[in-house]
């Protein structure tokens, strides 16, 4: 989505002003600009598609001065062209602007009527134009202007304006949508200032960050001492300053070619790091951060998401019913609103499941929870996001910044927080003892080593992935399949590679093939089975025969057993992917802790509902292949494997 940045230095702003608009095209973009004032008079250039058209731009006409703004725009109203590229401005002052300004038809009519001309079909040039009245009617009193323009905009945005003759000063307000306000120290001891939409746009730049709260604005000058912040009732605040965290996207992709591929590749050590941050050594059960409620006062859990989140919610419901008998109601968040959920405070708490915490449509639903007065969990990736600040308790999972839009190691990361959640309401509810929860932890302490396992040939030229991927890679269609705990993770593989290769796909559930689906099946339709060789292999090998006798190009992805049951039941696999066989790892590994009683572990052993730590591990382990075939077919196809078209990472729009 939208990207703002804004800088007062002492110095030109132009280069630093496009090296943060690089930082945030991983928010998903299609078109750029930034303006300067130069001599007190604005200047600005535009241009559609990527940041290196900017550049290309700024070559041929640079931009010189000390404060400016910049912008990467993800077009919401009116096409993603010149004229509607950001900043909007006029002789007065220069707009830019994340969100949508929800009453700006009526808004427009009013100016036009007065006369005021408009540029472009966005809703947001309405802001330059009522700023600038209002500068106008209060003899260029800029606080006050700014002031009286914040209740005319109805909506969730961000914005930031530039003001011609004020060089060293910018506006920025917060009114839903985040916006980060930062300084350092420059080189000969002089300040510098920044907005920024994220604190990831100004790794490299701001030492000390802020984040502004909803309905807050600020005038910002190149020196703390001299910026103002007020709050939603304009009343002035200090600025409490925090060190600007360290941000892996400042050291960049390293050897990899892309984002994503680091991301897939970091997580066997990223799930180390959420297994050490999440595991208490001593009790060798998972640590949680303290809950407003206790789990075995609760009868349902409502979860809600967007995306690949959902998906991670989903899979949750089937651990958390299955092993500590919750009900969970999972609503994708954009239509939870859409019909009327039964919701009561005392035994139902509620969940939002966010990489970016910043997700409007989580966002909104969260909110519904909350008028019902349940307590709410956030499960994030940033923990400063505006999710995390709504909620009761935060639970961060740890992943790290990810930049890919294709979400890769916050799923899997979200997938082990919410494994160590069951765990812990397993327990606590007395559905599994003390011994069963740490061998269950101990189990999925084999996790990161599996992947790695999983990870040894990726993008080698000898990968076993590259004859599924070149199968994918040729069709139009697509059928990913799972059943039980797999069936989240062939959603998952369908929307990945729907995602950054632009083939169609849908997952299915395993069973539901026979009920419509199998209709499309042909042999340019290939079919995936996600099929862990688990207690619901058999039938989903069933389902592969149905499909295979009618022509299907089968593609299992499942551990050499399962492989081999396949082969030996007769289904013609037209290619296939063998992981790590979980069950044998954890048997080996009981076999050597044998001679201590102590360590003896009970892994194999099942719950009351006959469910074992497996149905853990495969949908987290399986969550790897899935990602691979769609970053090998997307390299196949040669398309934008970090920032695929159209998409946006953090969607802050409804
Ligand atoms: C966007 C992204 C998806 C992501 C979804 C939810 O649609 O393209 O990859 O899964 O938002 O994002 P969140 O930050 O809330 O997890």
Redesign the pocket.
């Known amino acids: 989505m939208c990207g703002i940045i804004g800088m007062i230095d002492a110095k030109p702003v132009a280069l630093p002003l496009l090296a943060a608009l690089r930082r945030l095209e991983y928010r ?1 973009y299609d078109s750029a600009g930034m303006a300067t004032l130069n001599e007190g008079r604005i200047e600005r250039r535009r241009s559609e598609g990527k940041i290196v058209r900017l550049e290309k731009v700024l070559q041929k006409e640079p931009l010189f001065g000390t404060t400016g703004i910049g912008h990467t725009r993800w077009a919401t109203h009116g096409a993603p062209v010149e004229k509607n590229a950001h900043p909007h401005a006029n002789g007065t002052l220069a707009v830019v602007h994340n969100g949508i300004i929800e009453n700006f038809a009526s808004l427009r009519k009013e100016l036009e009527e007065e006369g005021r001309r408009f540029e472009s079909e966005t809703d947001s040039e309405v802001i330059v134009h009522l700023l600038t009245r209002e500068v106008e009617r209060n003899d260029g009193d800029l606080a006050l202007a700014c002031r009286e323009v914040l209740p005319r905009l109805k909506g969730m945005f961000a914005l930031v304006a530039m003001f011609a003759g004020k060089e060293g000063l910018l506006f920025g307000a917060r009114c839903g949508s985040p916006l980060v306000l930062g300084f350092s120290d420059g080189d000969k001891g002089e300040s510098v200032g920044y907005f920024g939409s994220d604190a990831l746009s100004l790794s490299g730049l701001a030492e000390r960050i802020v984040y502004l709260h909803d309905g807050e604005w600020a005038l910002l000058r190149a020196r703390e001492e001299d910026s103002q912040l007020f709050d939603a009732n304009n009343a002035p605040r200090g600025l409490s300053l925090q060190p600007m965290p360290v941000m892996a996207v400042a050291l960049g992709k390293g050897n990899h070619r892309h984002f994503m591929e680091k991301e897939i590749v970091e997580q066997p050590s990223v799930w180390s790091d959420v297994l050490s941050a999440r595991l208490d050594p001593a009790t060798r059960r998972p640590r949680l951060p303290a809950l407003p409620f206790l789990f075995r006062d609760i009868s349902t859990l409502h979860m809600t ?6 998906y991670a919610a989903l899979v949750a419901k089937y651990w958390l019913e299955a092993f500590a008998g919750i009900a969970v109601e999972v609503d994708v968040a954009s239509e939870l609103r859409y019909r009327a959920p039964v919701l009561r405070s005392g035994d139902q708490v509620a969940m939002c ?7 409007m449509d ?1 966002l909104e639903a969260l909110r519904l929870y909350r008028k019902a007065g349940l307590k709410t969990i956030a499960l994030v ?1 940033v923990e400063q996001s505006s ?1 995390a600040r709504l909620c009761d308790v935060v639970l961060p999972t740890h992943a790290g910044p990810e930049i890919g ?3 890769t190691k ?2 899997t990361t979200q997938l082990l927080t919410l494994a160590c959640f069951t765990l812990t309401a397993a327990n606590e509810r007395g559905w599994l003892s003390n011994e069963q929860t740490s061998s269950f932890v101990e189990a999925l302490t084999c996790l990161p080593g599996l992947a790695a396992r999983c990870l040894e040939k990726f993008g080698a030229s000898e990968s076993q992935f590259a004859e599924a991927a070149q199968l994918l890679a040729r069709a139009h269609d697509v059928l990913y399949l799972g059943r039980g705990v797999s069936y989240p993770i062939a959603l998952e593989g369908a ?1 990945k590679i729907k ?1 950054i290769s632009y083939i169609h796909a849908e997952g299915y559930a395993a069973g539901e093939m026979k009920h419509g689906p199998i209709a499309l099946v042909d042999d340019s339709v290939p079919i995936l089975a996600v099929a862990p060789y688990d207690r619901w292999f058999a039938k989903t090998l069933s389902n592969l025969h149905e499909v295979a006798s009618r022509g299907a190009k089968v593609i299992l992805v499942s551990s050499a057993r399962g492989v081999a049951a396949a082969d030996e039941g007769g289904v013609a696999l037209a290619a296939r992917v063998v992981l790590p066989d979980c069950e044998e790892v954890l048997a080996k590994r009981t076999d050597a802790d044998k001679s201590s009683e102590e360590n003896k572990t009970k892994e194999g052993e099942e719950n009351a509902r006959g469910w074992s730590v497996l149905e853990m591990m495969h949908p987290i382990l399986y969550s790897l292949p899935v990602q691979i075939l769609a970053h090998d077919v997307a390299l196949l196809k040669g398309t934008d494997v970090d920032q695929p078209r159209n ?5 802050t729009v409804e």
């Open positions: 998903g998401a967007c995306g690949t989140a959902y499941v966010s990489q970016s915490g910043e997700t989580s990736n999710i839009v294709a979400s916050a799923f929307l995602e998409l946006a990472k953090s969607v």
